[in-house]
């Protein structure tokens, strides 16, 4: 895969306009009040002529193409008819958390748009009711997996320091949802026994996609009075008398590029146990993708700083 | 470093608006923090331009993926 660019299979890419486009016109049909609502919601988080493209940007957390690729590791191909109803209750789990999150976050939300979270729930419910029968195993997972979400959302509000420790254990859990129609291939074909690899290898993932996030919008972050790991590590790590500016400038930015180096390639090397080539192409477009990104900003900063000193002294002198 | 040149690094670092200021109209970002740019420094700083808006296109992304 070129750089800055991922050529999503076709079939994935159209489940994933189906799934988002049915949901807004489902809405549209049935409650033009509140569609009209979730839409102007929406348009704060993405382009509204095309929502799939949220979901297939090439920096967006893969977890709609995940259960395809668990799938066709172990089959060889996917079964679309079922991949569709898993892309379905994904993306409305996903805007359930969305906006659930943008509610308790403060963020910018009309109250008339809340209402669709029960639409969202409810549409996520019924996709995998369409993959399971009533008292099947699988319900015992989903039960676990979206109370430990709504658990760890509760948790995350009151947080005010994050520690290393904090960070590992619970930056994946933030987006465990997801990891519902990962368990759903599983239960469905009978091979629980992939589960809990599959289940760590997401728990990384999502860990490593928080701290880029995190590290891509420390200035933001640190203007809005957000707590992150990486934030809370400057505050701890800078010299008294520093900038949190000054320290990143200086080594946050080598700092967390490190991290993340690292964390990737344990990702890729577990991707590989996984028997997923779709999955390791991925992570090496992602981790080439990052490492350009992390080269300019540190050229970047380099120049920067070369340049504000010989402006600094020329001033003195 | 001088306050008024760290609170320029700091903010070229951190602030997105600040950033898209100076790499369209220097002289008014460097005056709104106290600095009256000589042509010295007013052609320092258009030496790196590219880097500023480099950065500024990755750190002042607004994300329209899921995250």
Same mark, same amino acid.
């Given at each position: 895969?070129?750089?800055?660019?991922?050529?999503?299979?076709?079939?994935?890419?159209?489940?994933?306009?189906?799934?988002?486009?049915?949901?807004?016109?489902?809405?549209?049909?049935?409650?033009?009040?509140?569609?009209?609502?979730?839409?102007?919601?929406?348009?704060?988080?993405?382009?509204?002529?095309?929502?799939?493209?949220?979901?297939?940007?090439?920096?967006?957390?893969?977890?709609?193409?995940?259960?395809?690729?668990?799938?066709?590791?172990?089959?060889?191909?996917?079964?679309?008819?079922?991949?569709?109803?898993?892309?379905?209750?994904?993306?409305?789990?996903?805007?359930?958390?969305?906006?659930?999150?943008?509610?308790?976050?403060?963020?910018?939300?009309?109250?008339?748009?809340?209402?669709?979270?029960?639409?969202?729930?409810?549409?996520?419910?019924?996709?995998?009711?369409?993959?399971?029968?009533?008292?099947?195993?699988?319900?015992?997972?989903?039960?676990?997996?979206?109370?430990?979400?709504?658990?760890?959302?509760?948790?995350?509000?009151?947080?005010?320091?994050?520690?290393?420790?904090?960070?590992?254990?619970?930056?994946?859990?933030?987006?465990?949802?997801?990891?519902?129609?990962?368990?759903?291939?599983?239960?469905?074909?009978?091979?629980?026994?992939?589960?809990?690899?599959?289940?760590?290898?997401?728990?990384?993932?999502?860990?490593?996609?928080?701290?880029?996030?995190?590290?891509?919008?420390?200035?933001?972050?640190?203007?809005?009075?957000?707590?992150?790991?990486?934030?809370?590590?400057?505050?701890?790590?800078?010299?008294?008398?520093?900038?949190?500016?000054?320290?990143?400038?200086?080594?946050?930015?080598?700092?967390?590029?490190?991290?993340?180096?690292?964390?990737?390639?344990?990702?890729?090397?577990?991707?590989?146990?996984?028997?997923?080539?779709?999955?390791?192409?991925?992570?090496?477009?992602?981790?080439?993708?990052?490492?350009?990104?992390?080269?300019?900003?540190?050229?970047?900063?380099?120049?920067?700083?070369?340049?504000?000193?010989?402006?600094?002294?020329?001033?003195?002198? | 470093?001088?306050?008024?040149?760290?609170?320029?690094?700091?903010?070229?670092?951190?602030?997105?608006?600040?950033?898209?200021?100076? #790499?369209? %109209? =220097?002289?008014?970002?460097?005056?709104?923090?106290?600095?009256?740019?000589?042509? +010295? !420094?007013?052609? #320092?700083? %258009? =030496?790196?331009?590219?880097?500023?808006?480099?950065?500024?296109?990755?750190?002042? +992304? !607004?994300?329209?993926?899921?995250?």
């Amino acid at each position: 895969m070129p750089p800055n660019d991922i050529r999503w299979d076709p079939t994935f890419a159209s489940l994933v306009r189906r799934a988002v486009f049915r949901t807004l016109s489902d809405l549209d049909a049935q409650a033009p009040s509140l569609a009209k609502e979730v839409k102007k919601w929406l348009g704060s988080h993405c382009d509204v002529t095309r929502p799939d493209e949220y979901f297939t940007h090439p920096q967006s957390l893969p977890f709609l193409a995940l259960p395809i690729w668990l799938e066709t590791s172990f089959r060889g191909v996917a079964d679309l008819d079922f991949q569709y109803h898993l892309t379905y209750a994904s993306v409305n789990g996903y805007y359930f958390v969305r906006m659930l999150d943008d509610v308790t976050d403060g963020h910018e939300i009309s109250p008339s748009a809340v209402p669709a979270l029960g639409i969202f729930h409810m549409n996520l419910e019924r996709a995998f009711s369409r993959c399971f029968d009533q008292g099947h195993a699988f319900w015992d997972f989903f039960r676990s997996v979206w109370t430990a979400s709504a658990e760890i959302t509760s948790i995350d509000l009151k947080v005010v320091e994050i520690s290393e420790s904090d960070f590992l254990q619970s930056s994946g859990q933030k987006a465990i949802g997801a990891t519902l129609p990962i368990g759903a291939v599983c239960y469905h074909y009978d091979r629980c026994d992939l589960l809990p690899n599959w289940l760590s290898f997401f728990d990384k993932l999502a860990r490593w996609n928080q701290m880029k996030d995190d590290f891509l919008d420390w200035g933001k972050d640190s203007a809005a009075g957000r707590t992150t790991w990486l934030l809370c590590e400057a505050r701890r790590r800078k010299l008294a008398d520093e900038s949190i500016a000054s320290w990143m400038g200086q080594q946050g930015v080598y700092w967390a590029t490190q991290q993340l180096e690292v964390w990737m390639n344990e990702l890729i090397q577990d991707a590989q146990l996984l028997s997923s080539h779709d999955l390791v192409e991925y992570l090496r477009f992602r981790s080439t993708d990052f490492a350009e990104q992390a080269n300019t900003i540190k050229q970047s900063m380099e120049a920067w700083t070369v340049c504000l000193g010989a402006m600094a002294r020329e001033a003195k002198g | 470093m001088e306050n008024k040149y760290q609170q320029l690094y700091d903010k070229v670092l951190s602030d997105s608006a600040f950033r898209n200021q100076l #790499a369209s %109209d =220097s002289r008014a970002a460097l005056r709104s923090i106290g600095i009256e740019p000589s042509a +010295e !420094v007013l052609k #320092a700083i %258009d =030496s790196i331009k590219d880097d500023v808006t480099k950065l500024e296109k990755i750190f002042g +992304e !607004v994300h329209r993926f899921a995250p």
